[in-house]
């Protein structure tokens, strides 16, 4: 158990971050001054010292300077919100001082406060090539998509990225930041995911009273993502009366924070995403035209797995790569199993296809180098979309049931009891549909 200083002016982080701390096992003080980080310092020794390098009463290199000069073998973490301040702190790093930049996770405190070093992605022995560093596939689909990706990171352009789930639209969205070379931070939030009532604070931020429970000033993405890029994911579904703010923010290119009257200037390429079809955006009354106009000045299609196939090999290559990598083991695909995953539809897309493959590293016998895959692939959502996929006008009831009961026999290759189980029916019934279609008979 580490005794911890947690030094920030922002409350609510504070809080969060602090019973993170406890979570993990940890003793925490928090000082919201310098002075009173100066004060605990004073009157005990910490093993680490998590500390905001903007206070209200001075830097927090004061506080590094007086606990160097009282040879304190504290461990300190600079925290900042400030992206343009790591060119600063990079000059401090050295055994005892380290530093990580908001928003935070609970995995970067955690690995801040073990000292451990991340483990890379990217196995230094790995032959895959990862374009833009976290891209993978060599498929004329994919290099269109980098040829995009290139161009309009030479711009300064917003980009929409429409694909079904699973595709990776927020690893493209990081793509087009990093190929873009931006000064600032990659901030990303789902519009999807926030009520109503925060919306506002979360992209534009508040001021301290503004509403019940801001109980301290907090910073937009708009702001955070200055000089970067702004990821905003599922941006369809942010509710509709609240798109004129938004729509204000992209003309204007200042933000008014809730509660506040003083308009903030902010710079960033805002990347955005939706899983909805061209028809949809349309019809449905998901979004303003003039926003949409606004949003997707450089609209980028992102494939589906099943469109670039050829990939399959090399992504799970890759995804096995990486749980080796972590768990210190030397599973390798055969190339009867290569072919079984290619073949199939991945209808979850890319994230359906790393979710199959760790459950397979799961299942797996870690005294062999050999993987073990599932008897079927799909999850009930995968399921559902193939059934959407396989029902056509014109059908009868009979033929949707008889095509869905032999992609279900297809997929756990003829066990009729675990055909039964995933199609929520008795194997009693299941005998009875076959003995109907006498074509499904053995």
């Known amino acids: 158990m580490l005794n911890v200083l947690l030094v920030d002016d922002d409350l609510e982080f504070a809080e969060v ?40 009463d001075g830097s927090g290199l004061h506080l590094v300077d007086r606990l160097e000069k009282s040879n304190s ?4 973490t600079f925290i900042t919100g400030h992206p343009s301040v790591k060119g600063i702190l990079a000059g401090f790093s050295g055994p005892k001082v380290d530093y990580l930049v908001k928003p935070l996770q609970r995995e970067d405190i955690e690995q801040a406060l073990s000292r451990k070093p991340k483990h890379s992605k990217s196995p230094k022995n790995s032959k895959i090539k990862r374009h833009f560093g976290c891209l993978i596939g060599e498929s004329a689909a994919m290099q269109e998509l980098y ?21 990776g639209k927020e690893v493209v969205a990081s793509a087009i930041h990093k190929a873009s070379q931006a000064e600032g931070e990659l901030v990303a939030t789902n519009c999807g995911a926030l009520s109503k009532e925060l919306i506002a604070s979360e992209l534009f931020g508040h001021e301290k009273g503004a509403f019940t429970g801001a109980v301290a000033k907090k910073n937009g993405v708009f702001e955070r993502a200055e000089n970067g890029t702004l990821f905003l994911d599922e941006v369809t579904e942010m509710p509709i009366d609240m798109q004129p703010n938004l729509l204000r923010v992209l003309e204007n290119k ?9 308009e903030i200037p902010v710079n960033c390429r805002v990347v955005s995403a939706t899983n909805r079809s061209m028809e949809s955006i349309a ?56 072919e079984k995953l290619t073949n ?29 895959l599932p008897s079927s692939f799909h999850s009930p959502f995968s399921l559902a979309k193939k059934q959407d996929k396989g029902v056509s006008a014109g059908q009868t009831i009979e033929d949707v049931e008889k095509e869905l009961i ?11 009891t675990a055909a039964a189980d995933m199609l929520g029916i008795s194997t009693k019934t299941l005998y009875n549909r076959l003995h109907a279609y006498g074509d499904f008979e053995d």
């Open 73 to 76: 073998a504290a461990h300190i």
């Open 406 to 416: 032999r992609i279900t026999l297809e997929q756990v290759e003829g066990n009729k």
């Open 344 to 372: 199939f539809d991945w209808p979850g897309n890319v994230r359906e296809l790393r979710h199959a493959v760790h459950r397979a590293f799961i299942m797996s016998d870690p005294s062999t180098k050999e993987i073990q």
């Open 254 to 262: 200042k933000v008014i924070r809730v509660g506040g009257v003083k």
């Open 147 to 167: 040829l995009m990706i290139e161009r309009v990171a030479q711009t300064s352009a917003n980009v929409m990225l429409m694909g079904d789930s699973g595709v």
């Open 17 to 56: 971050a602090s019973n993170i701390i406890e979570f993990l096992g940890h003793q925490v003080s928090i000082a919201s001054s310098l002075k009173e980080a100066c004060e605990w310092t004073d009157s005990q020794p910490f093993d680490h010292i998590l500390l905001d390098f903007m206070l209200p």
């Open 283 to 338: 019809n449905d009354n998901v979004l303003r035209e003039d926003i949409y106009f606004r949003l997707a000045v450089f609209p980028i299609a992102i494939p589906a797995l099943c469109d670039r196939k050829e990939d399959i090999p090399l992504l799970a290559q890759a995804f096995l790569e990486e749980l080796n990598l972590e768990n210190g083991c030397e599973y390798e695909w055969n190339n009867g199993q290569l």
